[in-house]
């Protein structure tokens, strides 16, 4: 089982800060990362999930849209910048199928940290705007290991100056 986090690509500053869209070089992001490691990622889930904040959403859309998969949107839960990331790793230590999730920091940074076992915790994952990031799990969630036990399989992180 394979878990790909994907932080949302550059936003516009603004109030509310839920209601921010993405800058046209976030935009690039994302269709640069649905024309190739973004696309491969997406071949091997059923949906995208997303945190319901307009700059995860519209990175989801572009990355669906840039890809040309018609894999449904689905708002997921606990995945805002300032949830609880232990609440996710156990969802996803259980977890049956693989996933593709977009989502913010601290929340990403933190989650990724977590499943592979950092004790740094978010400071260890440098999560810019527009990165992606493949776990992959080695064990289900036991007593010993409530998140399963992951590796890291790779990370792309985005680097547009235009």
Do not use: C
Request: charged share 25%.
């Amino acid at each position: 089982m394979r878990v790909f986090l994907l932080r949302h690509a550059e936003a516009a500053p603004g109030i509310p800060d839920e209601l921010r869209d993405l800058t046209p070089k976030g935009q690039r992001q994302v269709a640069e990362l649905g024309k190739g490691t973004g696309r491969l990622a997406l071949a091997t889930v059923e949906a995208i999930e997303h945190s319901p904040l307009v700059r995860a959403v519209r990175t989801a859309q572009l990355l669906r849209l840039a890809s040309g998969v018609s894999l449904p949107l689905q708002v997921m839960r606990g995945i805002k910048p300032e949830d609880n990331p232990r609440l996710t790793a156990v969802q996803l230590g259980k977890a049956r199928q693989s996933r593709f999730i977009v989502g913010h920091n601290p929340h990403l940074a933190e989650l990724a940290a977590l499943l592979l076992g950092l004790g740094s915790g978010g400071e260890a994952i440098r999560f810019k705007k527009a990165g992606l990031l493949a776990l992959e799990r080695k064990e289900r969630a036991s007593a010993g290991h409530p998140y399963g036990e992951w590796s890291l399989l790779w990370m792309v992180v985005a680097d547009f100056t235009k």
